[in-house]
T-cell receptor
Framework: GEDVEQSLFLSVREGDSSVINCTYTDSSSTYLYWYKQEPGAGLQLLTYIFSNMDMKQDQRLTVLLNKKDKHLSLRIADTQTGDSAIYFCAETATSGTYKYIFGTGTRLKVLA | DVKVTQSSRYLVKRTGEKVFLECVQDMDHENMFWYRQDPGLGLRLIYFSYDVKMKEKGDIPEGYSVSREKKERFSLILESASTNQTSMYLC?????????????FGPGTRLTVL
């Protein structure tokens, strides 16, 4: 069945780059998302990428999509302590479905 | 600003109690969702409502029911709470086929069943 996998933990030093990885199995996915969850809060959309794109950049965030390997990554440049959170990748099709498949979440810890 | 609110941030109930979790969105969205979030398991869909009084089971509906009498409100009901329903519950909404199909999430309700 459909599955989205992420590593559970990542620790980086303040100012370094963070790279959070995600692999997915559903080749019909059309939108792929990165959500951020801060402690005690709900999920907030950080960025998304459409499946016909390879890369998307938004300020400190870079999303890379490798459709052949079904691999999605989120790079955060100049990581700050405020970036400490859980990051979820998710996928869905454009229409005709309510199904979103979420990854297990990666807990990013930024060390000062 | 888009807003999804949930009735409680923290809730403690006893085994066997009937529990109501309420979710309200102010964006006139058609679709609403209830997920539970457990460490290492990500988000799992409990129920989905595609319109008023319309619902579909998600991946883990057992032990839960839902109610959507008005477009803005989606309630999750635990008929007889059990300890394995201790979890974080997240509500979300969206308008299907708009933009990039984004879901908007509430802040979550952390439910503990003793």
């Amino acid at each position: 069945g459909e599955d989205v996998e992420q590593s559970l933990f990542l620790s980086v030093r303040e100012g370094d780059s963070s790279v959070i990885n995600c692999t997915y199995t559903d080749s019909s996915s059309t939108y792929l998302y990165w959500y951020k969850q801060e402690p005690g809060a709900g999920l907030q959309l950080l960025t998304y990428i459409f499946s016909n794109m390879d890369m998307k950049q938004d300020q400190r965030l870079t999303v890379l999509l490798n459709k052949k390997d079904k691999h999605l990554s989120l790079r955060i440049a100049d990581t700050q302590t405020g970036d400490s959170a859980i990051y979820f990748c998710a996928e869905t099709a454009t229409s005709g479905t309510y199904k979103y498949i979420f990854g297990t979440g990666t807990r990013l810890k930024v060390l000062a | 600003d888009v807003k999804v609110t949930q009735s409680s941030r923290y809730l403690v109930k006893r085994t066997g109690e009937k529990v109501f979790l309420e979710c309200v969105q102010d964006m006139d969205h058609e679709n609403m969702f209830w997920y539970r979030q457990d460490p290492g398991l990500g988000l799992r869909l409990i129920y989905f409502s595609y319109d008023v009084k319309m619902k579909e089971k998600g991946d883990i509906p057992e032990g839960y029911s839902v109610s959507r009498e008005k477009k803005e409100r989606f309630s999750l009901i635990l008929e007889s709470a059990s300890t394995n329903q201790t979890s974080m519950y997240l509500c979300a909404s969206r308008n299907p086929g708009t933009g990039y199909n984004e879901q908007f999430f509430g802040p979550g309700t952390r439910l503990t069943v003793l």
